[in-house]
């Protein structure tokens, strides 16, 4: 019997499972759905990571190893942008040569570039009867999934703060994780995204002027709330607008488009690329601070060298239209004290500014 | 008239104040906190009974915690207002030198900047990671070489020679010190040495890129120790104030903040001699995954931090 498995991130271990379960032979092979990132994870992959290296690479290979540990013998990783290029092969060394493991390691990215055929032909190890023509068309609905529920969450974020009835809220949330593992048909996606969007502009209710705070950086720490310390979950939870551009839609499949609209537009701050997010954090700060924004976070795991390139020019934006920016760098601290300390300070920073 | 109290437990030491409506200390305490915040919160409170008068410890309409317990005591103690260690110290100390444009703050384990413009914070920054630089370095070291931490500045007046020490890191700055003394430099000029260091490490990691005005004010336990104020003040070459409280001004901050947020309720100040049991655990109640801390009063369970929702006090 064939386990496949893969490393996760925030809740889109979703779609990868809703995918590949439509395209595995269910005869010859089972999905072993990754956990979700906590404390055993995390400490599984610092064992066995280079201790300098950064905390996405030890999320990602802990959870690896820890659905080794429970029978995957097969697993998929991507990798792309910045040093996370060589992530998937390093990992795959790690896994097989230090650590003893015997599996099939599918990587999707060489570098920067997706490697469709290669890609394709490894997939056979899944179901050996896949045709590149229904291959196609599951990639087609998956895009389409991808984008309705990254566009719906975005969504519920950016209302949240206008919404008292956070239960059915809640609720709502919940019913669309299901659904990014249930649906199974392009029209049962537009379906949904008329039915949510609906409910959701139903429980909007008010329109005050609460804080607005921006979150730019790192797109693992951005996008998986465990180890960015429910920042995200807490500033939505106190009642604050949030705003976050990063997700695995914009990732995957704008990004390349909007890279060059992102450098325009922060032209005074940026001549080139910096690499991996650091472009969108300058450039998204600057977009934030024209909305009207009250502040911003800027966060990365330790390490991180695009954000690092990203920062001292934040500083700069910073002083030149006396804007707040908060900078915090996450490592596999046990304690979130002082992270909790630091966020508060900011926030009634921004709320004396205020008034 | 009505007064408050303010606790600042901070990872060395525990501060106590109490204030009337006017803002006025009218009794406080220091004390160390010994790496217990429980037991040396219980010492504070009940040595700030001791000092009281009867009028004020009946009309207590405040207790506010700040420091990095806060939470811990201000759940323990009933706390009405819990507030961070930064918005208190820039509140303690703008209603005392409301024309302060630059705090400067060295504790125990952190060291922080805040800029304020107009009676405002516009801007703060504070270590990260390391506490490089900060009273703990201090004193650990005071005892390598054999003296209390009060007796650093007598030894810096004495230094004509300062020892040149590495700043940027408290492993290398030890090595250094070591190396210093081996070849002969005399304990002063080592001490002058270190408290150099100190103001070298703070001024690499937050003057740098700010513009630092006047009126600049020194506090926290640090500033307590005049050989690091005098460092300080050739470095940056400007005056610098150090309150006679400097070292209560988070506390004051804090019971201040405690007077705004007052609902209008008596409240009252004790702290029970029994004893708090503190377990932490990873709660498997969601797939949240939450890092909690459970406060039992003797076995019964007093409240939890660090949760995001209520599952884990059901799922112990």
Redo the contacts between chains.
């Keep these: 019997m064939i386990i496949v498995s893969y490393p996760n991130i925030g809740e889109y271990e979703r779609i990868v499972y809703n995918f590949l379960d439509k395209i595995i032979d269910k005869s010859k092979c089972k999905i072993l759905r990754p956990e979700k990132n906590n404390r055993k994870i995390l400490e599984l992959g610092e064992e066995n990571s280079p201790t300098n290296v950064c905390t996405p690479f030890k999320y990602t290979l802990g959870s690896m190893i820890n659905s080794l540990n429970k029978g995957a013998n097969v697993i998929i990783q991507i990798g792309g942008g910045c040093r996370f290029g060589y992530y998937a092969q390093i990992q795959e060394k790690i896994l097989k040569k230090d650590m003893g493991y015997d599996f099939d390691f599918i990587n999707l990215y060489n570098g920067n570039k997706l490697e469709f055929f290669k890609a394709v032909k490894k997939a056979k190890i899944l179901n050996s009867n896949l045709k590149v023509q229904s291959l196609l068309k599951e990639i087609y609905f998956i895009v389409k999934l991808l984008r309705f529920s990254d566009n719906i969450i975005t969504y519920i974020r950016d209302n949240e703060c206008y919404i008292d009835d956070k239960e059915h809220l809640k609720k709502i949330k919940n019913m669309i994780l299901d659904d990014m593992l249930k649906i199974k048909t392009v029209n049962e996606i537009s379906l949904k995204n008329i039915k949510y969007k609906k409910e959701i502009d139903k429980l909007i209710n008010k329109k005050d002027g609460k804080l607005k705070i921006g979150i730019v950086g790192e797109l693992y720490s951005l996008m998986d709330s465990f180890s960015s310390n429910f920042l995200e979950k807490d500033l939505l939870k106190k009642g604050y607008k949030v705003k976050r551009y990063t997700t695995a839609s914009y990732l995957l499949l704008d990004k390349n488009k909007m890279q060059k609209n992102l450098l325009n537009n922060s032209k005074l701050y940026l001549k080139y690329k910096i690499g991996a997010d650091g472009t969108e954090s300058v450039a998204h700060t600057l977009e934030l601070i024209n909305k009207g924004y009250d502040g911003v976070i800027h966060i990365k795991p330790f390490g991180c060298t695009p954000e690092i390139n990203a920062m001292p020019i934040l500083k700069k934006i910073s002083d030149d239209y006396s804007f707040p920016i908060m900078f915090y760098t996450f490592d596999t601290l046990n304690s979130d004290t002082g992270f909790q300390t630091r966020v508060e300070a900011f926030i009634d920073m921004l709320e004396m500014r205020k008034k | 008239m009505k007064y408050y109290v303010g606790i600042d437990i901070g990872s060395i030491s525990t501060k106590g104040v109490v204030i009337d409506e006017n803002n006025k200390i009218i009794a406080s305490d220091y004390i160390w906190t010994n790496a217990s915040p429980i037991d040396a919160s219980k010492r504070l409170v009940n040595s700030l009974i001791k000092k009281s008068k009867e009028e004020w410890l009946n009309n207590i309409y405040g207790i506010g915690t700040t420091g990095?317990a806060r939470?811990l005591i201000g759940k323990i103690i009933g706390a009405t207002s819990i507030?961070?260690?930064?918005?208190a110290h820039a509140v303690g100390t703008i209603s005392k030198y409301p024309d302060v444009s630059t705090i400067i703050e060295i504790g125990g384990q952190?060291s922080k900047i805040i800029i304020i413009k107009n009676g405002?914070?516009?801007?703060?920054a504070?270590n990260?990671?390391c506490a490089a630089g900060t009273g703990a370095f201090l004193s650990s070291q005071a005892k390598r070489l054999g003296i209390e931490v009060k007796e650093i500045q007598d030894y810096y007046k004495r230094a004509n020679n300062p020892a040149k020490i590495a700043a940027r890191c408290t492993v290398f700055a030890e090595s250094d010190m070591i190396h210093k003394a081996q070849i002969g430099y005399k304990k002063e000029d080592l001490i002058a040495g270190l408290c150099n260091a100190i103001v070298e490490n703070y001024t690499n990691n937050f003057i740098r890129?700010r513009r630092i005005e006047d009126k600049i004010v020194f506090q926290g336990g640090v500033s307590r120790n005049s050989g690091v104020v005098e460092s300080f003040k050739s470095k940056l070459n400007k005056e610098i104030y150090v309150d006679k409280d400097s070292h209560l001004l988070g506390a004051l901050g804090v019971a201040i903040i405690s007077k705004s947020e007052s609902k209008g309720d008596k409240v009252k100040l004790n702290i029970k001699d029994i004893e708090y049991k503190i377990r932490e655990k990873?709660c498997a109640g969601c797939?949240?995954?939450c890092?909690v801390v459970y406060i039992y009063e003797e076995e019964k369970l007093l409240d939890t931090i660090?949760n995001?929702c209520e599952n884990c006090k059901t799922n112990i």
């Design positions: 990095s939470k507030k961070n260690e930064i918005t952190d405002v914070v516009i801007d703060y504070m990260t990671l890129g990873e797939s949240n995954n890092q660090g995001r």
